[in-house]
């Protein structure tokens, strides 16, 4: 079974940063795509950023400039570096990814358990 497990949420004031950390039980390469997710109180699950096959990245344009995703393929870990960050970050974020369970297989979504990041004074 493929895991993905966040880590590095937290509180945080307005203009500071946090980077979020997401293990991979798997190596990273397996992932067609790759990212991060938000979902804030009452509203839908956005994406942050992400990348896809080919290493091609997206980013909202909420965070542009802002928020950077990386990732080490010797630690099967992807991050996000936040800064800056505002009040209208607050949300859980979740990791994401889409891979093939076996050989053949059709693609299928899974997501971490979700971490709270809060950015408030």
């Known amino acids: 079974q493929v895991q993905l497990v966040e880590s590095g949420g937290g509180l945080v004031q307005p203009g500071g940063s946090l980077r979020l950390s997401c293990a991979a039980s798997?190596?990273?390469?397996?992932?067609?795509?790759m990212g991060w997710y938000r979902q804030a109180p009452g509203k839908q699950r956005e994406l942050v950023a992400e990348?896809?096959?080919?290493?091609?990245?997206t980013y909202a344009d909420s965070v542009k400039g802002r928020f950077t995703i990386s990732r080490d393929d010797a630690k099967m870990t992807m991050y996000l570096q936040m800064n800056s960050l505002k009040s209208e970050d607050t949300a859980v974020y979740y990791c994401h990814g889409e891979t093939r369970l076996r050989v053949g297989d059709q693609l299928t979504g899974v997501w971490g358990q979700g971490t709270q990041v809060t950015v408030s004074s």
């Open positions: 798997r190596s990273i390469f397996s992932f067609e795509t």
């Open positions: 990348f896809t096959r080919g290493s091609r990245l």
